[in-house]
């Protein structure tokens, strides 16, 4: 039986309103007896800036717009290596027994301890320092998680000066939205957002008269080149005032997130694409071209975001815990929202899977690589000329997902002729995301540095000083930067999937603690599963990367860093067990000591 895009969709709606409706409820009422009736931080705080109390839906938009970048878009499509059926089942499965859990704890555990951050309340209910492990471990997994996302826009973007073009020009269209808003139109967020998309939509049909144009060379950049540039930026928006690039750049990808996936879901039902991707691939066993090892380990830390996020952990306890109105819509907000992440990746995930498993190899590996493979290219050379560039040689899964994603789109009845500007277009919405979550990255590594650096230098702690914002966001930009400059998607993906899935791992330690601490030990097991099965995972993946990927290549300075990684979290675990040890045992003295009867 061939399996069609249409039949995953549909199974995967099922599953995970089911989840929704009785996983989630039981996570809701039973292990976290969320109280509607009892005050948020929002509310106790409220001081019109950061804490706010906010409408569910529109506090709903900014967790999933914040949460939902880069990785449930790419992680799925480069684990499509191993086949369609283990990245489908990690996704539905690991979203809902993992992710879901894991953002909806953290964000009740902030909610609780008055919208605190992650390495605050592993410092209040662990201990000292379990908190200064988890600031230093944040930071090096932010760092990498930029370099990680940074990768994809590099390889989508080289040699192109219509996607380039196009990413280019989002920058001063956010900048006009934002002196739009704040200037011109104060408060008029619908009216500037449509602006916004107006202009970016424009930029995208601009786009062949620019590769066609004298403009063309001033808009062709290599690697090197768009990895300085990216770092560049990152280090401006991240100095930048907040509403002069951030918001409106978060504004913007938000709609055109919602626009183009909902268009996705509606083009892949009408279109009823055929999965031709197998179900499994030899590579499952190890040696592929794309993920350096078997299925287990590396297809958990492949997919990552679209099934289970450390990111997540610091927007659950950074700006969404000081929107909730109500306490009750950590429900739909933390648990549901992962589960429609999911869902996007499992979208992302038939979009690159319909491809021919030749062509698809042929984009998201080196021609040398792919030679060494023995397979034929089918539709390729034609999906090239359709979408007006080469798309061979490409690797980091976003070609591959526009060039999925155009392809479904083209087949549309009267859309036929539509496929090079579907292709940029899709590729403009990839690279906004990434974006976003890049400038947004960097301004909370900026925030870490300033933290920890404070330590020893105390007007570093001022995030108002500017000599402390220049120096931090340089340190920050050019730290990711490096990285990214010299490292491949072979190289930088595994690395962020590890530092991202450990960072999961910690902050799974770190509500199981708060479920603790609140009584609720014999509903522990919800958190200690998964993180165990993400610990183990991740841990082994990590081993396996250092000594069979970066030693063997000579790649020091990533060994070294994934070391340190697996170092922390491991102690903030062993802490995290040696806490809960310790309050069974209190809670045990007791109830001993009560008088008999009682």
């Not at 230093?136 to 192109?160: E, R």
């Not at 992302?348 to 021609?367: E, G």
């Not at 040689?393 to 999925?404: D, F, M, Q």
Request: net charge positive; with cysteine.
């Amino acid at each position: 039986m061939v399996m069609n895009g249409i039949y995953l969709v549909i199974i995967a709606a099922l599953f995970l309103t089911l989840a929704y409706r009785y996983y989630g409820a039981f996570m809701a009422a039973k292990v976290l007896a969320l109280d509607p009736n009892r005050p948020t931080p929002a509310v106790l705080k409220n001081d019109g800036r950061d804490y706010v109390p906010t409408n569910k839906w529109v506090t709903f938009g900014h967790h999933f717009a914040a949460i939902a970048g880069a990785g449930p878009l790419v992680g799925p499509v480069l684990a499509a290596q191993f086949g369609y059926l283990p990245g489908t089942l990690w996704l539905l499965i690991g979203a809902v027994a993992a992710g879901a859990v894991h953002d909806m704890v953290i964000l009740f555990a902030s909610v609780r301890h008055d919208g605190m951050s992650v390495a605050e309340i592993a410092k209040k209910e662990i201990s000292k320092a379990s908190g200064l492990a988890t600031s230093i471990a944040v930071l090096f997994i932010l760092i990498i998680t930029m370099a990680g996302l940074g990768i994809a826009v590099v390889n989508a973007l080289y040699d192109s000066p219509w996607g380039t073009f196009t990413v280019a020009a989002t920058i001063p269209i956010a900048i006009f939205v934002g002196l739009y808003l704040r200037y011109i139109r104060p408060g008029r967020i619908g009216e500037g957002s449509f602006i916004g998309v107006t202009l970016v939509l424009a930029a995208v049909f601009v786009g062949p008269w620019v590769q066609q144009s004298w403009l063309a060379p001033y808009f062709t950049f290599s690697r090197a080149q768009i990895s300085i540039m990216m770092a560049i930026y990152g280090f401006v928006a991240a100095a930048l005032p907040v509403w002069l690039l951030l918001a409106p750049r978060d504004y913007l990808s938000t709609y055109m997130k919602i626009g183009t996936i909902l268009a996705l879901a509606v083009g892949i039902i009408i279109v009823r694409p055929e999965i031709h991707m197998p179900a499994l691939t030899p590579f499952i066993y190890g040696g592929g071209p794309i993920i350096p090892g078997p299925v287990w380990p590396f297809m958990f830390i492949t997919i990552a975001c679209g099934a289970i996020s450390g990111f997540h952990a610091l927007i659950g306890t950074g700006t969404t815990p000081k929107m909730l109105a109500n306490e009750a819509e950590i429900r739909v907000i933390g648990f549901g929202g992962m589960l429609v992440e999911s869902f996007v990746a499992l979208m992302a995930l038939i979009a690159a899977t319909s491809l021919i498993p030749a062509d698809y190899f042929a984009i998201n590996t080196t021609p040398a690589v792919f030679n060494a493979l023995g397979m034929q290219i089918q539709e390729l050379p034609v999906l090239s000329q359709m979408v007006g560039e080469n798309v061979a040689g490409r690797p980091g899964g976003a070609v591959s997902l526009a060039v999925g994603m155009a392809h479904i789109f083209a087949q549309i009845p009267g859309m036929s002729g539509l496929m090079s500007f579907w292709y940029h277009f899709a590729i403009m919405f990839e690279a906004l995301f990434i974006l976003t979550t890049i400038d947004a990255g960097t301004r909370v590594g900026r925030y870490l540095v300033q933290e920890l650096g404070g330590m020893m230098y105390a007007p570093l702690k001022n995030v108002h000083w500017t000599p402390g914002i220049i120096f931090a966001s340089a340190s920050v930009s050019f730290a990711w930067g490096y990285l990214l400059y010299g490292g491949s998607i072979s190289t930088i993906w595994p690395l962020f999937g590890v530092a991202n899935q450990l960072l999961a791992s910690m902050a799974l330690a770190i509500g199981t603690t708060v479920l603790y601490r609140m009584g609720k030990s014999r509903y522990a097991w919800t958190t200690i599963v998964p993180m165990c099965f993400l610990a183990v995972t991740t841990v082994a993946a990590g081993y396996m990367n250092i000594t069979t990927n970066y030693l063997p290549k000579g790649n020091y300075l990533l060994a070294g860093a994934s070391a340190i990684m697996i170092v922390l979290v491991i102690f903030v675990i062993g802490d995290a067990v040696r806490t809960w040890m310790a309050i069974k045992a209190e809670q045990q003295a007791k109830v001993e000591s009560l008088p008999i009867g009682k």
